[in-house]
């Protein structure tokens, strides 16, 4: 069977873990790449899912890809890779335990990053006594609260007796013929490289799914942003030689003159550098996740995803008043902000996808630790100008002096006090009129006379200061 024919479609696997994603995979899939289920060393030796694994199925016209990545809360990062290059998630909740911390992180990921459809699956119904019909309600209920809505496709499965599979793939199949799938064959060669390893006496081996283009034999493709090229000698689709690649094809690809030892996941192959961006200072604005609790306060650090490549960065929100950009700190009630993000190291951006992940992975795995996502405005080569406000306290002195109301505390000497005079005061006071005397002390007016004010009140003199922030 030629493979290469097929509707290429791309299923991401999440879920908290022990849930049994990569059990579900095992069953689903007739095909198994190389980095294919478990495949990393540490996984076996640790039991659990460390890496993005791929294997692969067959439902009528479609060839289906499932990337299988980590549940473990300290590899969310490594999950989040992998919904670049995603159709539609598959959620598995253990149906014994429900809903846990790193279902919630997963669900917000994917529908942060715009993934629109999802299958949720309630493994292992062998070992459960109670309602199943009452847990596929309850988990109604939890999808809700999100954006995908109660009325999401959920089928009980067991993984270990192979059971209810043939009415998930028969969901797998409605959902995916339900899918708009916009494959880009005629553009720039883009594949994001998960995987790259060396083969005696073939050289470089480079895995990935092409995003967009249609690839070619003895093509030279540049490996971004290492500034490495290479002829491509041969393509695999699973394991079948094929004469080329359209986009939506997950492919291995063996290039020659190329450097494994310089390559890693966030690199790309592409016929055309001048579709990306190579940056590291970027003005975004964030949609934040209203379930993620803590304040993000200016200089805050986050946990970058972009493409497939995750890195430490820090954000600074702002608003904007007369084109200046004013620090503010955000709270989660905040409906998107402005901010400017500066990461610890440059990083490749794809023009025509201009979306992040913005994670807190230094909080605990019991809390939700996806702040959001974020849309690039636009790339600085340097940190622009940025303007907070520097709060003075005064105290009125005598409110009933014969020249104006008398204010100690915004000045400490008289030329001190000629330079605030005209500065706008927070109500109920209106400016600084005049100094008074030679110790800094001024005059203030008032927003009306029928304002009472008396000895003892404070004055606040609100001035906007100009700063640079400092290049990390």
């Not at 499932?66 to 539609?88: N, R, T, W, Y």
């Not at 002829?231 to 063996?254: E, T």
């Not at 970058?304 to 954000?315: E, N």
């Given at each position: 069977m030629d493979i290469s024919k097929k509707i290429p479609v791309h299923i991401g696997l999440f879920g908290h873990i022990d849930s049994g994603k990569t059990a579900i995979a095992k069953v689903l899939s007739e095909i198994i790449s190389t980095a294919g289920i478990d495949a990393h060393p540490q996984s076996k030796e640790r039991g659990i899912t460390i890496d993005i694994g791929f294997t692969s199925f067959i439902l009528e016209d479609y060839l289906?890809?499932?990337?299988?990545?980590?549940?473990?809360?300290?590899?969310?990062?490594?999950?989040?890779?992998?919904?670049?290059?995603?159709?539609?998630?598959?959620?598995?909740?253990?149906?014994?335990?429900?809903?846990?911390?790193?279902?919630?992180?997963?669900?917000?990921?994917?529908?942060?990053?715009?993934?629109?459809?999802?299958?949720?699956i309630l493994n292992k119904i062998d070992l459960f006594s109670r309602d199943i019909n009452n847990e596929i309600e309850k988990t109604r209920n939890f999808f809700k609260t999100t954006s995908y809505g109660p009325d999401v496709p959920i089928y009980p499965v067991s993984a270990k007796n192979n059971t209810g599979f043939t009415q998930l793939k028969k969901g797998i199949l409605s959902i995916i013929k339900s899918i708009e799938l916009k494959r880009d064959i005629g553009g720039d060669i883009i594949i994001p490289?998960?995987?790259?390893?060396?083969?005696?006496?073939?050289?470089?081996?480079?895995?990935?799914?092409?995003?967009?283009?249609?690839?070619?034999?003895?093509?030279n493709l540049d490996i971004l942003p290492i500034k490495s090229s290479?002829?491509?000698?041969?393509?695999?689709?699973?394991?079948?030689?094929?004469?080329?690649?359209?986009?939506?094809?997950?492919?291995?690809?063996?290039?020659?003159?190329v450097d494994v030892n310089k390559i890693y996941r966030g690199c790309y192959a592409t016929n055309n550098p001048d579709v990306f961006n190579y940056c590291k200072i970027m003005e975004i604005l964030v949609n934040n996740n209203k379930l993620f609790k803590p304040k993000t306060h200016f200089g805050t650090q986050v946990h970058?995803?972009?493409?497939?490549?995750?890195?430490?960065?820090?954000?600074?929100?702002?608003?904007?008043?007369?084109?200046?950009?004013?620090?503010?700190?955000?709270?989660?009630?905040?409906?998107?902000?402005?901010?400017?993000?500066?990461?610890?190291?440059?990083?490749?951006?794809r023009k025509e996808r201009t979306i992040m992940l913005l994670s807190r992975l230094d909080l605990p795995p019991t809390t939700l630790r996806i702040?959001?996502?974020?849309?690039?405005?636009?790339?600085?080569?340097?940190?622009?100008?940025?303007?907070?406000?520097?709060?003075?306290?005064?105290?009125?002195?005598?409110?009933?002096?014969?020249?104006?109301?008398?204010?100690?505390?915004?000045?400490?000497?008289?030329?001190?006090?000629?330079?605030?005079?005209?500065?706008?005061?927070?109500?109920p006071f209106e400016r600084v009129l005049n100094t008074f005397g030679t110790k800094g002390n001024v005059i203030v007016g008032k927003e009306s006379n029928e304002i009472a004010v008396k000895r003892g009140d404070p004055v606040y003199l609100k001035e906007l200061r100009s700063f640079h922030l400092k290049n990390i």
């Open positions: 289906i890809t499932l990337v299988d990545g980590p549940g473990h809360a300290d590899l969310i990062k490594i999950s989040a890779s992998s919904v670049e290059i995603i159709d539609c998630a598959v959620i598995v909740i253990d149906i014994n335990k429900g809903p846990q911390v790193q279902t919630g992180e997963h669900i917000i990921m994917v529908e942060s990053l715009g993934i629109n459809k999802i299958i949720v490289i998960d995987h790259h390893f060396p083969i005696k006496g073939m050289g470089a081996v480079l895995t990935g799914t092409l995003l967009s283009g249609n690839l070619k034999l003895n093509q290479g002829r491509v000698k041969s393509i695999q689709i699973f394991h079948q030689p094929v004469d080329s690649a359209k986009a939506g094809d997950r492919i291995g690809i063996n290039v020659k003159g970058v995803t972009i493409g497939m490549f995750t890195t430490v960065g820090m954000i600074y929100p702002f608003y904007e008043k007369d084109l200046k950009k004013i620090q503010i700190n955000v709270s989660n009630k905040e409906n998107g902000f402005k901010a400017l993000i500066m990461l610890k190291e440059k990083v490749l951006v702040l959001g996502s974020a849309r690039i405005l636009r790339i600085h080569k340097e940190p622009p100008l940025f303007y907070k406000y520097k709060v003075k306290k005064g105290t009125i002195k005598n409110p009933d002096h014969s020249q104006g109301i008398i204010c100690t505390g915004l000045a400490q000497s008289v030329i001190g006090a000629k330079k605030i005079i005209g500065k706008k005061l927070e109500p």
